[in-house]
């Protein structure tokens, strides 16, 4: 009987003296920030893999973490609208993907760190002094290093040698592409193929700009990153693959949907790097003190089952250099 008193009055001190800790553990604070996108919401197993790097760093939605997410879902007039709904809210960092949606961040606060997870020249397009010193409440990935355009397009010339005509669709709307295209063509013409660019503005008219590309000539399509063409990117690779028109693009998905060649900054690695400034940033580093990271890991993709439907034939060289290949 005693021992039986001793042993509840020693489980009751150490529930009393657990108690006690719990309640002197400081509740741990939970920080808000934003996210803007140009695009559609993710599926939920995106996102779970999309913030894999920031749970690694010790931040977790739901947890000590709360974020605001906004999309536009393909309509870019949106982003400023959305930016300022955002900055009402009052979030520490805002977390932009691309250009368009950074640009509206930016003219909706001065104060509030902004962290762009892609930009395609930060510098042009005003949204940092310089990539080595941001200089004012933005910084982020950029996209694009030197040379990126001219290595995609040799590897199209690599795939489809005979290919001396390259249409390419261009959304006028892209701040990057307006600001890029000169250089653009020169890429081109370094490579001795002549571009045939066709302007699209909305979703209804993707197939007979694909259509007009080939009726012009056109041996390949190259389909770079937009949102517009991201979200009808289904329409568009249907439409390629009806004119028998062998496709570079900007990213698994498009390959998914039935391009044959994609050549793309690792998203992996860019979004590990993109957490890392978010972290710094949530423990007070300022975005103008934290240099604008550009891509240093490419990752090369070839569709097997697209090459085939066309009648490709893929070279081993190129078959061995793939990081992925899709059968």
Known sequence: MMERRRFIGAVACALLATGSAAR?????????????????????????????????????????????????????????????????????????????????????????????????????????????????NITGLSVVSQGIDAKRLS????????????????????AFVRKSQLEYEQAYRSLGLSPIFVDVTAAGELENAVQDIARRGAQALVVRSDVLFYVNRDAIMRAALKHSLPTLVGGRPYLEAGALLSYTPDLMEQNRRLFGLLDKVLRGAKPADLPVEQPSKFVLEINLKTAKALGVSVPQPLLLRADEVIQ
């Open 24 to 136: 002197a553990q400081p509740k741990q604070r939970v920080r808000q920030i934003a996210f803007l996108s140009p695009g559609e919401p993710y599926p939920p197993e995106q996102v779970r893999e999309f913030w894999a790097p920031a749970r690694e760093l010790g931040w977790i939605e739901g947890q000590n973490l709360l974020v605001h997410y906004r999309y536009a879902s393909g309509r870019l007039e949106l982003l400023p609208s959305l930016a300022e709904e955002l900055v009402r809210l009052k979030p520490e960092i805002i977390v932009t993907q691309g250009s368009d949606a950074t640009l509206a961040a930016k003219a909706a606060t001065s104060s509030i760190p902004i962290i762009f997870q892609s930009s395609g020249d930060p510098v042009g397009l005003g949204l940092v002094a310089s990539l080595a010193r941001p200089g004012g």
């Open 155 to 174: 590897l199209l010339r690599e795939l489809v040698p005979g290919a001396q005509r390259v249409g390419e669709l261009i959304n006028p709307g892209n």
